[in-house]
């Protein structure tokens, strides 16, 4: 008799405003904006944070020509599945640095947006336990967790109160895309067509990383990646996350 996989809980749906924070351009696209289409189909207002411009990321183009060229692929890739607010931080793609620094920059954001629901991708040292994960990420989606407290106690970062961010602690949940250990999900059968798009949106850099056809890599990693959920989730395609309520 072989163990079943525990089953994933569908992500709580009781929030109307959602701040997903990650390093670098496509970091979303990779599975989370699918769930982010359905999150818009239902009328809850999505922003993104980007803390880079994925400026390091194509090695043929010079940094100033990446950064640019990426930040109109996120813009793109964000409406696709209903997000028009996007910001950058303008931290160095490739050295971000976990520190008081990036909570800071990011405990603003919380403040000025106001989420009851932050998303972020994997903080944690692999991917799917096998493969490492890169130092960006982990500074981001560690940064993230912690600055949910941060933008809600007015003594950490006193400063921001001068600059009009008053403490918000109304964070909920925060939930880790691409993370080993998920707990919950998102079905995504209404919303995978429009998550392949908005990946396909990223095809300067998809191009730069593969030399397989830019759709059927989109369309492959997504298939597999939604599928891989479905037996832990009513069989239906999902994107997973690891949920930290607070």
Same mark, same amino acid.
Request: hydrophobic residues 40%.
């Given at each position: 008799?072989?163990?079943? #996989?525990?089953?994933?809980? #569908?992500? #709580?749906?009781? %929030? ?19 769930a982010v289409a359905a999150w818009t189909d239902r009328g809850a207002d999505v922003s993104y944070l980007l803390v880079t411009r994925g400026e390091a990321g194509i ?39 976990? *520190? /008081?620094?990036?909570?800071r920059d990011l405990a603003a954001a919380i403040r000025r947006h106001r989420p009851e629901l932050l998303v972020t991708l994997n903080h944690r040292e692999t991917f799917? &336990?096998? @493969? %490492? ?7 981001? =989606? ?9 933008? *809600?106690?007015?003594? !950490?970062?006193?400063?921001?109160? =001068?600059?009009?961010?008053?403490? %918000?602690?109304?964070?909920? %949940?925060?939930?880790?895309? &691409?993370?080993?250990? #998920? ?8 919303? +995978? ?11 300067? @850099? !998809?191009?730069?990383? /593969?030399?397989?056809? $830019? ?11 939604? &599928?891989?959920?479905?037996?832990? +989730?009513?069989?239906? $395609?999902?994107? /997973? +996350? ?5």
């Amino acid at each position: 008799m072989t163990d079943q #996989p525990e089953r994933l809980a #569908p992500l #709580p749906a009781d %929030w109307q405003r959602c701040l997903a924070v990650v390093a670098h351009p496509d970091d979303l696209e990779y599975g989370a904006a699918a769930a982010v289409a359905a999150w818009t189909d239902r009328g809850a207002d999505v922003s993104y944070l980007l803390v880079t411009r994925g400026e390091a990321g194509i090695d043929g183009l010079a940094p100033d020509e990446c950064g640019a060229l990426r930040e109109r692929e996120q813009r793109a890739s964000a409406a696709v599945v209903g997000v028009s607010a996007v910001e950058f931080l303008d931290h160095r793609d490739g050295v971000v640095e976990y *520190g /008081t620094a990036l909570r800071r920059d990011l405990a603003a954001a919380i403040r000025r947006h106001r989420p009851e629901l932050l998303v972020t991708l994997n903080h944690r040292e692999t991917f799917a &336990g096998t @493969y %490492w994960n890169t130092p960006d990420h982990r500074a981001v =989606g560690l940064a993230t967790l912690d600055a949910a407290g941060d933008a *809600g106690n007015r003594w !950490i970062f006193p400063e921001l109160l =001068g600059q009009g961010l008053p403490p %918000w602690d109304g964070v909920r %949940w925060v939930a880790v895309a &691409g993370s080993p250990q #998920p707990t919950h999900a998102v079905d995504v059968t209404d919303g +995978f067509e429009r998550g392949v798009l908005s990946l396909m949106e990223h095809r300067t @850099y !998809i191009e730069a990383l /593969t030399d397989e056809d $830019p759709e059927s890599y989109v369309r492959n990693f997504l298939e597999m990646t939604t &599928g891989a959920a479905a037996d832990r +989730f009513g069989g239906r $395609p999902a994107v /997973t +996350f690891e949920v930290f309520p607070r």
